[in-house]
T-cell receptor, first 111, second 115 residues
Framework: TQLLEQSPQFLSIQEGENLTVYCNSS?????LQWYRQEPGEGPVLLVT???GGEVKKLKRLTFQFGDARKDSSLHITAAQPGDTGLYLC???????????WGAGTKLIIKP | KAGVTQTPRYLIKTRGQQVTLSCSPI?????VSWYQQTPGQGLQFLFE???????NKGNFPGRFSGRQFSNSRSEMNVSTLELGDSALYLC??????????????FGNGTRLTVT
């Protein structure tokens, strides 16, 4: 069974600080998706990383897929209150193409 | 383009009752997936329907069932409700089956409270 461990589970920081969220597994994924969910809404896809070592940037958010395609990270530079939300990673299984979800990181950015 | 619509937004039910939740996918999307989200368990996959057929199923008891209509709209039913069924139920649509070959588009969910 493929599992995705996401850390930290909860993070509360001041506006302007940097942070990194991690998704780790012992399994290989064909790709990995990152979603953000704001209170009262459903998750919204931020990015999909496909190639080992791939780095994608979305404004102040930087996503990286590990070389071995077993892990991924999300780095936020100069966090803003608008970044507050639940960040979810979802790996695409290499054998059955089903999504494997991390438990999520609840991020609070204090003004 | 209208997004994924879930109705109702909130529901309060009593133990033992049953409930039906509805999901209208984005026009043209043939896949509808259902998820249960709780603070303790995160996002748990219930099942996926594609072209009116259940294609994948998560590890939930038979009290949880669903169906998809010819217009791709989907319903989820939970019978004999238990307190532990209290959760946010999310529906997601995508053009292709599996959620991996095309991104999932989520609705805003139905918040079910069982008392």
């Amino acid at each position: 069974t493929q599992l995705l461990e996401q850390s930290p589970q909860f993070l509360s920081i001041q506006e302007g600080e940097n942070l990194t969220v991690y998704c780790n597994s012992s399994s290989v994924f064909s790709s990995l998706q990152w979603y953000r969910q704001e209170p009262g809404e459903g998750p919204v896809l931020l990015v999909t990383v496909v190639t080992g070592g791939e780095v994608k940037k979305l404004k102040r958010l930087t996503f990286q897929f590990g070389d071995a395609r077993k892990d991924s990270s999300l780095h936020i530079t100069a966090a803003q209150p608008g970044d507050t939300g639940l960040y979810l990673c979802a790996g695409v299984g290499s054998s059955n193409y089903q999504l494997i979800w991390g438990a999520g990181t609840k991020l609070i950015i204090k003004p | 383009k209208a997004g994924v619509t879930q109705t109702p937004r909130y529901l309060i039910k009593t133990r033992g009752q049953q409930v039906t939740l509805s999901c209208s996918p984005i026009s043209g999307h043939r896949s509808v997936s259902w998820y249960q989200q709780t603070p303790g368990q995160g996002l748990q996959f219930l099942f996926e329907y594609f072209s009116e057929t259940q294609r994948n199923k998560g590890n939930f008891p038979g009290r949880f069932s669903g169906r998809q209509f010819s217009n791709s709209r989907s319903e989820m039913n939970v019978s004999t409700l238990e307190l532990g069924d209290s959760a946010l139920y999310l529906c997601a649509s995508s053009p292709l089956q599996g959620g991996s070959r095309s991104p999932l588009h989520f609705g805003n969910g139905t918040r079910l409270t069982v008392t």
